[in-house]
């Protein structure tokens, strides 16, 4: 018997195994893209990226079963050196943080080019520091190749002044030499030898035009995107680049030129024609076609738009050279003549653009502003003279910019692991000169230029009782989890009770009655509610009892509240599953006692004259409900999707709901925890069943 | 001239029509699987001949007509963007029964729910002849892997395939497909485990035939009687998780006119006074599989009272 039992134990766990990979498995190496089902649609591939990266999504699948079967913060640990420790605070949250030489608990963050550390004190307040200490410096052999190609860089670089190139190249060619001879110096020797060249470096740099820089990004991809005439442009770039295009990407491209077209119309409607016939090549999927009419309208929408797609591109890359000469040429009559056509497009356009660019910078918003002002009172000489204060003034902020971004890049670059405050241990590292996108819970999107570039999610695995962290809401999954099991558990619970003895009385009552009218009615009418789909019957109930009648809540609303605060809701779930479950129950528990009644036994009690209220308790019931009783065991299966779909139906906030959210979002961790569960229940219940059944039939027991 | 062929293959072949007669009065004798046979026989004609039987089609909107009862214009009613019910209910029949949408432009014949237990059929009796009929480490591998599919509640692996396939006609074909080959492995094995030691069987393999020529030659048309009892049950299943599927958001993508998505579009206008686009998919969709079990139900009591 143990021999047996621990054999089907050994067995579950198989199954176990062999479910979690499967499950694992199908979810996460499915199309379809969580990082866009939590972001929006709108987000760029690189904030795609970050995401996924910060959700350990981007690694490959083994090492992800592993991650989430064993956890990861012993890899984390041995990567930051210190022991990552999770605890839960107040409010429920879990966090982790590393323990520091001096034992208390620690996490880092990144400001501007500081790593400040925060250190949790015994009674429970914060210290920040600085903590630069910590910084090690990256390969000095990779970091010397890098920094001889951006020497190069900056000495080419057009848009910065002659004086800076010469303050930046001085300090370079001293960090240079340095990196050259670094051989077997440690890290302590090196960061020493650096400080001098770097803090010159340092001074060079403006931490207000590194935010400037940012700021006139994003402007100009404001101003590119929210003109409908700039945007015809940015399709006719488009289609002109080698790119290949998908049928979504064309349909895509069309509804950009859709308003492009009608804009025009009024103003120039020959070219107005030509974009229409490229949007219908392209709603035809016809690319080439599309081209050729964009290659021909271009030319007049630059010139109606005074180029200033080009100012656009020029912010957005960094161009600033180019946005000075968009503006110059503005103000140059033999360029820019001001021309009827031009006047009706041409101030709307500079209008959002001098608005856009106002809070980064208000001296040049204000001067763009100025201008259009000027044109519409028709004073076209002031309104050049405010263009050109314009030009101006990029053209300063420009070489500034400029500056701050080569010192940037000039400095050595350094490396950190440590752990951040989303629960990540992270690799910081600076002098990558790349932007790094980070969503924050609840912040939004930033932009870094050096940060994070290496993510380790942090969880203790499912083996250590940690299913993750759900996607959708930030949240461990477990403390969701419990309550919504719990809630399907009151549920599934409350029928069961209802329906186990209200279905074997009625279905031994069917079986002594077999071919009676009784019979008849019992065994069709419960046939026909266990195979009715039970998001019928749970509408025929809602329509019935909450509809025509108005006796109960046709819905269930518990907030934050347990389900047996509101006993009313509760009536018509609990109905619809006792239905489903009666028939089921009711057929098998007749057909059982139908058979009990024809066995020799019976017919030998009877023979002995024993009265049939005798023979029937004493003797049929008892081998009649073996087998109803582990039937239902192995029914638990099929009840699962009953409850899924009765859950949803009713807004019932229990497991099976939450399961098909998740699935529909792709909440990864959410679906493979809850999925585990559900498993577990189904195979238990299945191991329990044979285990009954060992017990309650002697020929299997003595065999 | 095909149909005339073989309407005279028939006369000249009265036995086949005898029989086919004999198994038609042992339906006809029980009331039950008359019944059964009414309601199922309604869906069929009613799919096949659906855009006979009205004037809209299942896509049409009437926006001046939404969420209307029923009426002589629409005599079930509008849903919540002024579609006909009864057009969308009549051409939802035909996606389950007759027709398999691919895309657009194409569609194969025979229902999306009869595709599914076709499929599953094949899936399980190749791996439950393998099983039972190769056996040893084979029959072992198949049976643990058909255990951990067992294992998985119905519901969720129909979620997790769904949601890592997405949802259309062909995808629900693949999770009814999925779903249903273990029991049918699990049905063909048993049975082959018993058909394996006949001396027809023995015959062969002396004769040297190859193994796959006794599974699916010598084996597999002698398993047939249960194997197809059981196929018509799974198509009952089969049209009961394609209404679930829809019911959930999982099943056949919107527009097309699907039970179980009706209902959930629906479901939504009830309490605000208009039950009919609930109402009708879910009776339609009840109507078909009580249909079918009393049919099965009726056959079965009938075959069985004189053994």
Redesign the interface.
């Known amino acids: 018997m143990a021999k047996f039992i621990l054999r089907r134990l050994i067995l579950m766990l198989l199954t176990m195994f062999i479910v979690s990979v499967a499950v694992f498995a199908i979810t996460t190496a499915a199309p379809g893209n969580v990082a866009r089902n939590v972001l929006g649609i709108q987000i760029t591939p690189e904030q795609e990226a970050s995401f996924l990266a910060q959700n350990g999504l981007d690694k490959p699948l083994v090492e992800r079963y592993i991650s989430w079967l064993l956890g990861t913060d012993w890899r984390a640990s041995a990567q930051v050196g210190l022991t990552v420790r999770q605890i839960t605070t107040e409010d429920g949250f879990t966090e982790w943080w590393a323990v520091a030489e001096d034992g208390l608990l620690t996490r880092w963050e990144l400001v501007g080019e500081d790593l400040i550390s925060r250190k949790l004190q015994p009674d429970g307040s914060l210290i920040e520091q600085k903590d630069n200490e910590r910084w090690q410096i990256k390969d000095a052999q990779s970091e010397f190749t890098r920094l001889q190609a951006n020497k190069v860089e900056v000495q080419n670089d057009p848009q910065l002044n002659e004086a800076d190139r010469q303050a930046i190249l001085k300090p370079l060619d001293q960090i240079l030499d340095i990196l050259q001879n670094a051989g077997n110096k440690d890290q302590a020797t090196l960061l020493a030898e650096l400080t001098g060249p770097e803090s010159a470096l340092r001074e060079l740099r403006d931490e207000d035009a590194a935010r400037q820089k940012q700021d006139f990004e994003n402007a100009g991809s404001e101003l590119a995107s929210k003109n409908p005439l700039l945007q015809a442009i940015v399709v006719s770039h488009r289609l002109n680049s080698a790119e290949e295009f998908k049928q979504s990407d064309m349909q895509f491209m069309a509804g950009q030129l859709s308003r492009a077209a009608v804009k025009l119309r009024p103003v120039d409607p020959a070219t107005a024609d030509q974009i229409q016939k490229a949007y219908d090549s392209l709603k035809a999927n016809d690319d080439e076609s599309a081209r050729a009419a964009l290659e021909i309208a271009t030319p007049t929408l630059v010139h109606l738009t005074g180029n200033l797609g080009a100012l656009a591109d020029g912010l957005q890359n960094g161009d600033y050279i180019l946005a000075t000469k968009v503006l110059n040429d503005l103000s140059d009559p033999a360029i820019t003549p001001f021309d009827e056509a031009q006047m009706t497009v041409l101030p709307d356009i500079l209008q959002s653009a001098g608005g856009a660019l106002q809070e980064s910078n208000s001296e040049l918003g204000d001067a763009m502003i100025q201008a259009v002002a000027s044109l519409e009172a028709g004073q076209l000489e002031e309104a050049r003279n405010s263009l050109t204060d314009a030009a101006e003034v990029i053209s300063a902020v420009g070489q500034v910019i400029s500056r701050t971004d080569a010192a940037g890049r000039s400095l050595v670059g350094r490396s950190f692991w440590g752990i951040d405050l989303q629960n990540h241990a992270v690799r910081w590292e600076t002098g990558t000169g790349k932007d790094v996108w980070v969503f924050i819970q609840g912040t939004g999107w930033k932009a870094y230029s050096g940060g994070p570039v290496e993510y380790i999610p942090l969880q203790k695995g499912l083996l250590r009782g940690d299913p993750g962290v759900s996607l959708r809401t930030g949240r461990p999954v477990a403390d969701l989890l419990y309550i919504r099991l719990r809630n399907s558990l009151v549920l599934a619970g409350l029928a069961f009770v209802i329906v186990m003895p209200l279905a074997l009385v009625l279905g031994v009552l069917a079986g002594l009655n077999e071919g009676k009218t009784s019979d008849r009615l019992l065994s069709i009418g419960g046939m026909m509610f266990s195979v009715t789909p039970e998001f019928a019957t749970g509408i025929f109930l809602i329509l019935i009892f909450a509809f025509w009648l108005d006796l109960v809540p046709g819905a269930t609303v518990f907030g934050e509240k347990a389900p047996w605060s509101r006993p009313d809701m509760l009536i018509l779930p609990v109905m619809t599953l006792t239905l489903i479950e009666l028939g089921y129950v009711l057929r098998i528990t007749r057909a059982s006692m139908v058979e009990v009644m024809k066995a020799p036994y019976i017919r030998t009690a009877f023979l002995k004259g024993l009265p049939y209220r005798r023979i029937v308790l004493k003797h049929a019931i008892r081998n009649a409900l073996m087998a109803p009783i582990t039937i239902i065991m192995l029914h638990v299966n099929w009840l699962l999707g009953g409850i899924v779909v009765v859950e949803v139906i009713f807004g019932y906030p229990g497991l099976g709901s939450y399961l098909l959210e998740s699935a529909l979002f792709k909440d990864y961790n959410a679906i493979v925890a809850g999925s585990m569960v559900l498993v577990m229940v189904a195979v238990s219940t299945q191991l329990l069943a044979d285990i009954i059944y060992t017990f309650i039939n002697p020929r299997i027991r003595y065999s | 001239m095909a149909v005339a062929d073989q309407n005279a293959r028939l006369i000249s072949r009265p036995p086949l029509l005898k029989r086919i007669w004999g198994s038609l009065s042992v339906l006809f004798a029980s009331k039950?699987a008359v019944v059964g046979l009414v309601l199922v026989l309604f869906w069929v004609l009613v799919a096949i001949f659906a855009p006979l039987l009205t004037p809209y089609t299942p896509t049409e909107q009437d926006y001046k007509a939404q969420n209307s009862p029923p009426s002589a214009a629409h005599i079930l009613g509008t849903d919540d963007l002024g579609r006909d019910l009864w057009s969308r209910l009549i051409y939802g029949a035909r996606v389950v029964l007759v027709m398999l949408p691919i895309n657009e432009n194409f569609w194969l014949p025979i229902g999306t729910a009869i595709w599914g237990v076709l499929l599953s059929l094949i899936a399980g009796s190749t791996l439950g002849l393998i099983g039972g009929y190769l056996g040893g480490w084979r029959d072992e591998t198949v049976m643990?892997?058909l255990?951990?599919m067992?294992?998985?509640?119905?519901?969720?692996l129909y979620?997790?395939?769904?949601?890592?396939?997405?949802a259309s006609a062909t995808n629900v074909v693949l999770a009814i497909a999925i779903v249903g080959t273990p029991g049918i492995a699990r049905l063909v094995r048993s049975l082959t485990l018993d058909i394996r030691t006949r001396d027809y069987v023995r015959a062969a393999e002396v004769r040297g035939e190859n193994p796959f020529y006794i599974m699916f030659f010598e084996i597999l048309p002698n398993a047939r009687g249960p194997i197809i009892i059981d196929a018509m049950l799974r198509v009952?299943y089969a049209i009961?998780a394609m209404?679930?599927l829809g019911?959930?958001?999982l099943g056949l993508p919107p527009p097309s006119p699907d039970w179980?998505s009706m209902?959930?579009a629906g479901?939504r206008y009830?309490?605000a006074g208009s039950?009919w686009a609930?109402?009708w998919p879910?009776?339609a969709?009840?109507s078909l599989?009580?249909g079918l079990?009393?049919l099965a139900?009726g056959l079965r009591e009938e075959s069985t009272r004189y053994q």
Not at chain 2, 150 to 156: E, R, T
Not at chain 2, 159 to 166: E, Q, S
């Open positions: 039950i643990r892997l255990d951990a067992m294992a998985f509640p119905v519901i969720l979620m997790i395939i769904i949601a890592a396939v997405g009952g009961f209404g679930t019911f959930l958001g179980g209902v959930a479901r009830i309490l039950p609930a109402l879910s009776l969709i009840a599989v009580v079990n009393l139900d």
